[in-house]
C-alpha cells in the first residue's frame, strides 16, 4: 500500500504540485492523463525523491518520508521500493543490454557480481532479449531499449514502478513491443503508476485513471466512468482533443 499525502512542490515560486493525495493498492494499476506541464512527471520524481518534495509525506510499505525531515536513509530506503522508467529509456551507453540490468543490483542491492548476472541474464530471457545480451543500447531498436529499461525497472523487485511516458520518445513501430510487456507485468500484479498519451492502451491497463491539471488531480475513477462519462468540464475538454 503506498499513500501519498499532502504532496506540494513549486519551481521558482510556482506551485506545480499543489497537495496531492493518492492512496494506491497493492497490485493496482494507475494511469496519470493530463495536458502538458500540469505536473505530471514531477508528481512521479516527487514520489521517488528525483525531485525533493517541499512539503508532504510519501509512505510504501513501512518506509515512511516526511519532506519535512527526510533523511538520506529513508530516501534511499524509498528508492529501493520504487522503479522508474523514463522517456528516453536512460540506459548507460557504455554497458551491454545485460550489464545495463545487472548495474542495480550491483550498485544499489550490493548483490555480489555472478549473481547480479544471473538474475539480469533471467529478466533478459523474460522480456524476450535472451539474445542481445551482449548488445550495447546504440545496437538496439527504440522498443528494445525500452524493454531494457523496464527489465531494469523489473529487477529491482520493487513494490511501485513508475513509467513517465514510456513510448513517447518511440517511433510508432516499437509502441505496441514496450506496451505489451507493461501489460505482461500488469497481469503479474505489479503495483504501477504509468504517465501516458495512449488512451486506449489506459483505458484497457488501468484499474484507475486520473486526470491531472494544474498540479492537482482533477478527477480520478475507473476507465469506462473517465473516458465515457467524466464529472468534470476541464476533464471533458481535455478528453476531445486527444481522443479525437
Ligand atoms: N526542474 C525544473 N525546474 C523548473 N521548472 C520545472 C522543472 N521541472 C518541471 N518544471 C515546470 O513544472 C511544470 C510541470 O512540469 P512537468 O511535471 O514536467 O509536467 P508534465 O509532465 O505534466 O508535462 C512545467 O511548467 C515545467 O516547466
Ligand atoms: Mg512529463
Known amino acids: 500500500m503506498i499513500r501519498i499525502q499532502n504532496l506540494t512542490k513549486a519551481y521558482n515560486g510556482q506551485k506545480v504540485l499543489d497537495g496531492i493525495n493518492l492512496d494506491i493498492a497493492e497490485g493496482e494499476i494507475i494511469v496519470v492523463i ?36 527526510a533523511s538520506r536513509k529513508s530516501v534511499l530506503k524509498l528508492r529501493r521500493n520504487t522503479s522508474f522508467v523514463f522517456q528516453n529509456y536512460a540506459l548507460f551507453a ?18 555480489p557480481k555472478p549473481q547480479a548476472l544471473q538474475e539480469a541474464a533471467q529478466i533478459l530471457s523474460d522480456i524476450g532479449l535472451a539474445d542481445k545480451a551482449d548488445s550495447y ?12 529499461g523496464i527489465g531494469r525497472a523489473m529487477a529491482s523487485h520493487s513494490q511501485v514502478m513508475l513509467f513517465d511516458e ?13 506496451l505489451q510487456l507493461m501489460k505482461k507485468l500488469a497481469h503479474r500484479k505489479q503495483t504501477m503508476v504509468i504517465v501516458t498519451h495512449e488512451m486506449d492502451f489506459a483505458r ?41
Open 166 to 178: 514510456p513510448t513517447s520518445a518511440l517511433d510508432p513501430e516499437w509502441v505496441e513491443e514496450v
Open 204 to 244: 484497457d491497463i488501468a484499474d484507475r485513471v486520473i486526470f491531472m491539471e494544474g498540479g492537482r488531480i482533477v478527477e480520478q475513477g475507473p476507465p469506462q466512468k473517465i473516458f465515457s462519462q467524466p464529472d468534470d468540464d476541464r476533464t471533458r475538454a481535455f478528453l476531445r482533443k486527444v481522443l479525437r
Open 94 to 111: 557504455n554497458k551491454t543490454a545485460l550489464q545495463n540490468i545487472a548495474e542495480g543490483l550491483i550498485t544499489v542491492w550490493k548483490k
Open 137 to 148: 543500447p546504440a545496437s538496439l531498436s527504440g522498443g528494445q531499449q525500452q524493454r531494457v
Open 34 to 69: 493530463g495536458p502538458s506541464g500540469t505536473g505530471k512527471s514531477t508528481l512521479l520524481r516527487c514520489i521517488n525523491y528525483l525531485e525533493q518534495p517541499d512539503a508532504g509525506i510519501i509512505s510504501i510499505g513501512d518506509t515512511q518520508v516526511d519532506a519535512a525531515h
